[in-house]
């Protein structure tokens, strides 16, 4: 079955960096598109970059020049490389893939920007 596993989440001052990770397995994970969305307290989950299965990607306004979305697929694995962290960006970080239309998610990683 599909497991979608974050980590990397944490509590990080204004300016810093975070690089969260998304090990992914059960489907071909080098065959689909994939995708970072975030939580904010009170917010609707948003899209804050997608990655094609050849790599070209796309971001929101919010992080664009600042994010980073990138894969291993020798790991199975999904990275944002998150800089210039802005209190805004507090969120829970999540990992998607649409996997014979179907959502699946992973459980979370909190990121916490705050000084």
């Known amino acids: 079955q599909v497991q979608l596993v974050e980590s990397g989440g944490g509590l990080v001052q204004p300016g810093g960096s975070l690089r969260l990770s998304c090990a992914a397995s059960?489907?071909?994970?080098?065959?689909?598109?994939m995708a970072w969305y975030r939580q904010g307290p009170g917010k609707p989950r948003e899209l804050v970059a997608t990655?094609?299965?050849?790599?070209?990607?796309t971001y929101a306004d919010s992080v664009k020049g600042r994010f980073t979305i990138s894969r291993d697929g020798a790991k199975n694995t999904l990275y944002l490389q998150m800089n210039s962290l802005k209190p805004e960006d507090t969120a829970v970080y999540y990992c998607?893939?649409?996997?014979?239309?179907?959502?699946?998610w992973g459980q979370g990683t909190q990121v916490t920007v705050s000084s």
């Open positions: 998607n893939v649409v996997y014979w239309t179907q959502n699946y």
């Open positions: 059960g489907f071909t994970f080098s065959s689909y598109p």
């Open positions: 990655i094609a299965s050849g790599g070209p990607a």
